[in-house]
């Protein structure tokens, strides 16, 4: 593996103790926590939560009874609280590069399928490379749902991390993920750093070459959920990376069929049924599409496709037949969608 590899081993297994010695805000998420995850918050061990790195939160919605995989998944904080929204139906698989983080994690299984009251644990932990999750005991087509949380970025061949990813999704799956991006192409030297690389600065990819590279691997449409710019407050490393400005965005990928890289018109509507927990009032797909129950929506193809495919699909009524284009979509507020251009931003997926 790269020497980028023993870096990130040896500041996470031995450099750092907690998330109290990260010298930026990179790999902690400043987010509220929804509601419904701080009862399952409490219940997390206290070591556990001490070792959490994340830089944004990873709890998408609807997965009671799926099979979801953490890339990168540390000490585990993200997987144990997923463990109790997938319910003793679902699973979770955590996977991870450091012994020290995976010798916490496993330690407290027992504990935590206590916690959450579970009859046997529904979580497991690999030792593995995201690089190489092809080489480990995971069948494709096999998740529901992955999620990674600030760990990408210190993958150095990111494009195989996201092809993996999105052969181990099932058809309608989502990859739900946040991470570390820049305005612009970090330089070499910069990327050599191992405290920049550890405090997630050094890897970061520039948002239109992710852009990119995950329409190549796969994922024709990508939406921003959310995104923050970072906080470096360390006085040293910011005179480093100075003038490039960096933020922690939470995107959604789908492995559907038929989706295209532009927005599409091809006369097709939806209405939300208000029946997706913790979202009864408004569901929010992403930043630029927030649906009202029992409101007709003209929406995109990508859209269209996206929730009808998915697992949200039996929470909508569909219409339109889809089968005359109409050119480009163009978004009307008077029909119910929030619409932004986030193409400058990051993406925001189809109107």
Known sequence: ????????????????????????????????????????????????????????????????????????????????????LVGSTGYVVGVDM???????????????????????????????????????????????????????????????????????????????????????????????????????????????DFLALAKSCGFADVRQVVSRPLGINNAAVKNKVEPINFD???YRLFKVEGLEETCEDYGQAISYNGTVANQEKEFVLDQGHRFLPGRVTSVSRNTYLTLKESRFGEHFEFFGTGSTHFGGFQSSPKIGVQEKNLQDIGGGGCC
């Open 248 to 250: 922690s965005t939470t």
């Open 1 to 84: 593996m790269p020497q980028t590899v023993n870096l990130v081993k040896e500041y996470y297994g031995k450099s750092l103790t907690g998330s109290k010695d990260l010298l930026t805000d990179a790999c902690c998420t400043t987010d509220a926590m929804p509601q419904h995850a701080r009862a399952i918050l409490k219940k997390i061990h206290p070591e556990v939560s001490s070792r959490y790195y994340g830089c944004g939160l990873v709890l998408p919605e609807l997965i009671q009874g799926c099979r979801v995989l953490d890339l990168g998944s540390g000490a585990g904080q993200d997987c144990y609280i997923l463990s109790a």
């Open 98 to 208: 450091t012994l020290e983080q995976l010798a916490v994690a496993n330690q407290y299984i027992d504990f935590h399928t206590q916690a959450f009251g579970h009859q046997k644990p529904n979580v497991e932990f690999h030792l593995g490379y995201l690089e190489k999750l092809d080489q480990l005991p995971l069948a494709a087509n096999s998740f529901d749902v992955i999620v990674s949380n600030c760990v990408i970025n210190l993958c150095e061949d990111k494009a195989a991390v996201l092809s993996n990813a999105f052969n181990l999704l099932k058809p309608g799956g989502e990859l739900y993920f946040s991470d570390v991006y820049s305005d612009r192409r970090i330089p070499d030297e910069l990327r050599k750093d191992p405290v920049l690389y550890g405090e997630c600065l050094a890897g970061a990819m520039y948002t239109r």
